[in-house]
């Protein structure tokens, strides 16, 4: 069984910081590539908010002007948002995704994975 869960999310004053953490888990993962955390605010599509691949490359959406800082921990198969100087517009649920192949018993499988979201609220 392979999951990923977020955490860190909450409520916080316009200003304020939050990290938010993705981790794997499951015997079943082979390999990891990319992780990305996405978000959702209410009425609006879900978007990219930063990603990091294998080479800790990273990117992020036009919005985070560097705000943001998005980072690894490849050996705890974690994933880590650091978010600063935090907006009211930066509410919405924050999702994770990391691209990963898990071992199946027909072979290796290679697929992005979701977490459930965390909720990040800003107030203003």
């Known amino acids: 069984q392979v999951q990923l869960v977020e955490s860190g999310g909450g409520l916080v004053q316009a200003g304020g910081s939050l990290r938010l953490s993705c981790s794997a888990s499951g015997s079943a993962i082979v390999s990891i590539k990319t992780m990305t955390w996405h978000r959702q605010a209410p009425g609006k599509r879900r978007e990219m908010v930063a990603q990091?691949?294998?080479?800790?490359?990273?990117d992020y959406g036009d919005f985070v002007k560097g705000r943001f800082t998005i980072s690894k921990d490849s050996a705890k198969n974690t994933v880590y948002l650091q978010m600063n100087s935090l907006k009211p517009e930066d509410t919405g649920v924050y999702f994770c995704?990391?691209?990963?192949?898990?071992?199946?018993?027909?072979?290796?499988?290679?697929?992005?994975?979701w977490g459930e979201g965390t909720q990040v609220t800003v107030s203003s």
């Open positions: 990091i691949m294998g080479g800790s490359r990273t």
């Open positions: 995704s990391f691209d990963m192949t898990v071992q199946t018993d027909w072979g290796t499988n290679t697929r992005p994975w």
